[in-house]
């Protein structure tokens, strides 16, 4: 794991608003991505954290991918439906926008669906399902991304991983909260293996013919990442960029741009909020809830070391256990974070070795 560091929550934002104000970000905007990057640093999800700043957002506003002062525009305005335009803007800006307006609809009619069409990487999927959840209500959130995952049969990777979350309000001090990748493993970590020399397990990736392989370089030259479960992972991918790029009017399939293209990425999310008081009261479902979680820790366990485990639970236990207005990160974040403010003219934050 390396070396641990804590930063300032307030600090983090501050840094990261001087940033994107430089390249014509609202300090509004800005707020709204920096509170889902913070939020996968405060859960040890640093993939989708701080590390992203310059080689996604920074990067592709230099590059006039990302609107960084979009427009965006109600493009279908049903009572429970609506859909909105996000010109090109940041993702995580038009997705919290999103998921706020859904939440607004199921509080008042018991269910809010809104797409978003033309937009960009919207950071972790569970941070929305999770606003809703923070309401009382079930949250979902699907989002589509660029290609890596080919059909069941085929050689040619025409779908994303497709990253979708459900979260549901509980008894606890979190949300049950869900959120996967269709992918098998992240394709970060065929990297990391070929700048390694070490090889892959059986199983990740195919070559460009379609064999299987255990050589990081094939699999990065054929671009396929095999789907979790086969058939079935390809299967809910595939559902996935139905509801989230052919549904919204996005692009869809292999018309996503992966980050390393320089180009308008334009996929589509979809944020569903369910009223839990329009199926039963709020106690009372938190009550079934909570004996389906005493039956599930109550489960005879394969290794008695390891604690049988709610989708969430290590997440936000990390996130929960962070010393109150802290964020803990490792020394590649701090790297990151020396190289921004060097380039940028920001003022470095304080940081301190983990205790």
Known sequence: MGKSYVIKTNEYMRMGRDLFLQFGVSEQHAESLLNNLLDADQKGIYTHGFH??????????????????????LVKDEPNIKIIDADNGLGAVAAEKAMHEAIRISQ??????VGVRNSNHFGTAAYY??????EDLIGLSFTNASPGIA???SSKPLLGNNPWAIACPSHLDYPISLDIANSIVARGKIRLAAAKGEPIPLGWSLTKDGKPTTDPNEALESGIILPIGDYKGYGIALMVDILTGILTGSN??????????NGKRKCGHLFIALNIQSFMRIDEFKERIQILVEKIKAAPKLDERREVLLPGEIEWTKKL????????VLEPFVCDMK?????????????????
């Open 321 to 328: 256990n962070q010393q109150e207005g802290t964020v803990k």
């Open 252 to 261: 869809f399939a292999d018309e996503v741009l992966s980050f390393e293209t």
């Open 52 to 73: 992203r700043i310059a080689p996604v957002y920074i990067r592709h506003i230099k590059q006039g991918n990302i609107n960084p002062q979009p427009n965006f525009i």
């Open 108 to 113: 008042e009619r018991g269910v809010g669906v």
């Open 129 to 134: 399902s999770e606003m809703a959840a923070k």
């Open 151 to 153: 059909p069941t049969g």
């Open 339 to 355: 190289e921004l403010c060097q380039e940028y003219g920001v003022e470095l934050p304080d940081y301190q070795a983990a205790e």
